[in-house]
């Protein structure tokens, strides 16, 4: 049984698309608070030795960046081949110092690797996009499977906040929280608190 305060969703520099489900049984009364950081993602500069062609991955020390996030590069030289100006990109998060990209949120998410073929030459840079906004909604299903959006249960985030759904007495078994970025990240904590069939919240 769902209880008060429990924590769906905790996590630091989420730049990816983050759901929690909830199966409603003895829970007639609920709220879901959502607490958000947006954070300021630096570009990062690195060289042609940092570029690995074998891995397709690139070293970038304490680059700072979560799988998703969005960026194009720059060159004072030529692009590592497979990489494009004016092209937006996505990291695929390696290590701290290490990352891949992808042409894709989606692929980024599925872990689809961009192939890298030369070094380039001179320094490249990677920017990130700024916060682009993101979408905080609820959806309903009856069967677990198949969900829709919940109307007037969503918000677009434009800078760090909170946001506070509640929903009474359902008409569904099931309800999925979910965070959907565009660009950037946000540090987040997805709070629940849970009513039972006699009013009371639930406790620990």
């Known amino acids: 049984m769902r209880t008060r305060g429990e924590t769906l969703i905790e996590a630091s520099a989420v730049a990816t698309t983050r ?12 709220a879901i608070q959502a607490n958000y950081t947006v954070l300021s993602l630096v570009a990062k500069g690195f060289d042609a030795g940092d ?7 690139l070293t970038v020390t304490a680059h700072g960046y979560s799988t998703g996030v969005k960026g194009q590069f720059t060159t004072t030289g ?32 599925a872990g689809t690797v961009e192939l890298i073929n030369s070094t380039g030459s001179g ?18 299903s009856n069967d677990g499977s198949n969900f829709i959006d ?39 904590k997805v709070i629940l608190n849970g009513h039972d069939s006699a009013g009371d919240t639930n406790a620990n």
């Open 78 to 109: 030529t692009l590592p081949g497979g990489i494009s100006a004016a092209t937006d990109y996505w990291i695929i998060k390696v290590d701290d110092d290490t990352f891949s990209i992808a042409t894709s949120l989606a692929n980024a998410e």
């Open 150 to 188: 919940l109307p007037s249960c969503q918000v677009t985030l434009s800078a760090s906040g909170c946001s506070l759904f509640n929903v009474v007495e359902p008409a569904y078994r099931h309800l999925r929280f979910a965070f959907i970025p565009d660009a950037g990240a946000v540090d987040l």
């Open 51 to 57: 570029v690995n062609i074998f891995t397709d991955q």
């Open 123 to 140: 320094t490249h840079t990677f920017t990130p996009t700024a916060f682009g906004g993101a979408v905080l909604k609820l959806q309903s």
């Open 19 to 30: 759901t929690s489900d909830i199966v409603l049984d003895f829970l007639p009364k609920l």
